[in-house]
């Protein structure tokens, strides 16, 4: 069966997004995406609560959490707009791999772009990595970003 060039193969794309700089280099690939295929991108911060979590914690937490990520989506937003990109934003509350995996579902995304964080294998054992989760877990193909 011939590949049909025509059609973009990534018409959604998610991107993960904590603010760091591997962050920043999936939103610029997904920017990059956008472009040559003409793709819809969105991109998903996920506010982490502590636990446990007061109340009064819970909410200086989530407030100082939307601060931080409106500042750089809205960065991210006029990169998207500096190439013709339209760039979707949204800040949710959870685990950021839980977040990420249900919304690329919801969507029904064709491709994540995540960051890839070095973690020591200890703590990977031990807790896991938001990248490692969405890989593990995703219905579509993930591009991890290092």
């Known amino acids: 069966m011939p590949l049909n060039i025509e059609t973009p193969y990534f018409r959604k794309i998610l991107v993960g997004y904590d603010g ?28 982490r609560l502590p636990e446990p979590a007061t109340s ?54 064709d491709l994540i772009i995540v960051g890839r964080r070095g973690t020591s294998l200890f703590q990977k054992m031990m807790l896991g990595s938001v990248s490692e989760r969405v890989l593990r877990y995703a219905h579509c193909p993930v591009l991890l970003v290092k």
């Not at 760091?20 to 506010?47: H, N, T, W, Y």
């Open 56 to 109: 009064v914690e819970l909410e200086a937490v989530l407030d100082d959490a939307r601060e931080h990520f409106e500042i750089g989506l809205k960065r991210v937003v006029e990169r998207g707009q500096a190439h013709g990109v339209e760039i979707a934003t949204d800040i949710v509350v959870g685990h950021p791999g839980e977040q990420i995996i249900h919304r690329a579902e919801t969507e029904q995304v």
């Open 20 to 47: 760091s700089p591997l962050a920043e280099k999936a939103v610029d690939l997904a920017i990059r995406f956008g472009i040559c295929q003409k793709s819809a991108v969105s991109v998903l911060a996920v506010a």
